[in-house]
């Protein structure tokens, strides 16, 4: 998924090849992970795909099947897979994970840590950002889905970025080995204030420490504690707004008073505008001077995500 | 668990740190006066100074302190005002029961008669070499109000004092992050209004990172282009393009601190020049810099510094090359990428249409290869969103607004904050695909 040199990096050459994953896209909102084997075959409701046509092809082309629908076949980015990975727990999304990794101050050579390692979405894009000399140490109480995580991040060609541990970052606090190593620390735990002391031994000063809660007395009990070590605390909601686009064909009809050059701009339509749904369905109009023009309005999507948790961010504080 | 020695940097990497802990002499740090009241960017030189009320404070002390220190206004013996590091004590929690504190302001009438020391004792006791904290607990022996206040007005009483009488200001490490947030606060045009987390959406939906080649559209100043760079740490290459003959200035790479390895990545070339087919360059000047030597951009962006004779002696080193537009891409690099394509774009080009640039830029992009176009207004977006459907150019097309609000988390005082800022932009992100 990373390049981890300018050869490996995306271009127009770049083919696939055999045991590359490809995201099989068929819609926005419709979208799988693939890995590619020669005598692989996607099955889906446009019919199957033989993973061979796909060899020797760039990424970013329409592959059609026996039917001749198509699909696109697309490189894995993080926020890619960040919609198509199985989700063994709740993940992070691209909002809060942008401002994590901007908010943490991750750069490549860094050092993260974080806790729990979940389904792995942030520790893909934590991952990115520390490329190619950081590393990203993940933790997570379940044996079982830090199994997963790591086969995943097998698959998704970081593990060498990726080290995950099982550990209960609660009970135990993060290991001394690591002490005064870290660059950045995030916590996505159901009592993070009981891991805020081990992440200020774990962290290089001045560091940035990031908690991630849904619940507001979460947030309370976490900044109490972070008061003692740590300055500059600071909690944020983070959401996104989507908007759709539609092209309308707009009649505008002659309104008294109005000039016919405005009418020609067809920038307002009128009070009696009649909106068509497909061409053959113009309503008739009341007068002989209308003319039909398209606009494209933009307007919010009606759902929307609410809120998916407080991200508080604390600097510990310089003490040498 | 194998602890992987080689992450660790070592004390001889220091020098070209990606990643720098302390403020070295010359280098450009962001100053935060009393708790983010003030934000003012300044370069760490021997005769820099810094203006707090009426009084200019040498920055000197602060060369050589870590990032993340926190310095005080203090009056020396002789009178003179300095800046002391100070170590910031260990705040004990306010564990008293604040419900039962019955306290509250119905007898208290503002009439600005409730202090007993006037202005000049104030600057008699200043003179006297009284320190910042003893002239509040002065004022606060001298207030007749201050016992009948309820509990947390005392608190917030003392703050006020100690923002006047003692203001503190932490050294802090200029990075995407303060960057962004200190001229969102202060100058948001100069950057088209683009917030931290709409930053930060461009550079994740761009998948910026190392390696890559991103193509970038920058007329917010540089601020586009720093963060990339930042994220490519030295690798790959964060290229500029613009339409006609000159790109906009990136000026604000410059506060960055980059290393020269980064700064190496910077570079610029025009749409023409991008998009002409693969022949022989016409013979122009290959990896000439084109340097902003006037000195007086640093006024623009640290206004209440005076820089004095320092800054003219900085313009003669030839230690860190000035990168007012970025140097040129090279002529193997333009070639390398028409053969292979960028790898990713982000748009960031304020009062343009971003169509008419998205139609002659996104060609350069490879195939599957993600962009991120950013605007203050939404329509333009929408209506370029449309043609890209339409020339079927791109998929996974979406138009997104960042949504941002901060809390104050306090015990008995949560709450959003009462100001917020309600406006960050839009983005058009999407995937190029062939259209073939």
Sequence with gaps: MLPTDSKKALSFKRCIQDGDLVIVYERHDVM???????????????????????????????????????????????????LVLSHRTQILYIADISFVVMYLEVVPGCVVLESGTGSGSL?????????????????????????CAREDFEQTGISSLVTVEVRDIQGQGFPEKLSGLADSVFLDLPQPWLAVTSAAKMLKEDGVLCSFSPCIEQVQRTCEVLRSDFIEIRTFEVL??????????????????????????????????????????????QDNSSTATSVVMARPCSEARGHTGYLTFARLQCLS | MELNKDHVTSENDKAQDPNPRFASEGCSVLLDVNDGDRLVFARLSGGATLKIGNTKYSLKPLIGAPFGSLFQVETGDDGSSLLYRILPIKKESSSNNVTEDARDNRELIDNNESQNLTEEDIEAMRREGAKGDEIIEALIANSKTFDKKFQLSQEKYKLKKQKKYAPKVLLRRPFARS??????????????????????????????????????????????????????????????????????????????????????????????????????????????????????????VVEEVSVTDNTVAESKSTKAPKVGRGAKASKEAVEMWKENGFSSLIMAAQDQDPWSLAKDVLPLLSYSAPFAIYHQYLQPLATCMHNLQQGKMAINLQITEPWLREYQVLPSRTHPHMQMSSFGGYVLSGIRISTT
């Design chain 1, 32 to 82: 799988k992970p693939v890995k590619v084997t020669k005598d692989g075959v996607l099955q889906n409701r446009f019919g199957f795909y033989k993973h061979s046509d796909w060899i020797g092809k760039p990424l970013g082309t329409k592959v059609f099947s026996n039917k001749g629908k198509f699909v696109y076949l697309l490189a894995p980015t993080p926020e890619l897979w960040t």
């Design chain 1, 123 to 147: 520790s893909t894009s934590l991952a990115r950002a520390v490329a190619p000399t950081g590393h990203v140490y993940s933790f997570d109480f379940h044996e079982q889905r830090a199994a």
């Design chain 1, 240 to 285: 996104l707004r989507t908007y759709e686009v539609k092209e309308m064909k707009v009649e505008t009809g002659a309104m008294i008073g109005e000039s016919q050059d405005e009418l020609n701009g067809g920038q307002r339509p009128s009070k009696r505008k009649h909106v068509s749904k497909d061409d053959d369905d113009y309503a008739v109009p």
């Design chain 2, 179 to 300: 960057i962004c947030e200190a001229y969102f606060k202060k100058y948001p045009a100069r950057i088209g209004f683009l917030r931290i987390d709409a930053l930060s959406l461009l550079l994740t939906m761009a998948n910026v990172t190392a390696y890559s080649d991103v193509l970038v559209v920058d007329m917010v100043g540089g601020l586009v282009t720093g963060a990339v760079a930042e994220r490519l740490g030295g690798t790959g290459y964060v290229c500029n393009t613009y339409k006609g003959n000159s790109p906009s200035s990136v000026d604000m790479v410059r506060m960055f601190n980059f290393t020269d390895k980064v700064k190496e990545r910077i570079v610029q070339s025009s749409i023409n020049e991008l998009s002409s087919p693969k022949t022989a360059s016409p013979e122009e000047g290959v990896c000439s810099a084109e340097v902003n030597i006037n000195d007086s951009s640093t006024c623009d």
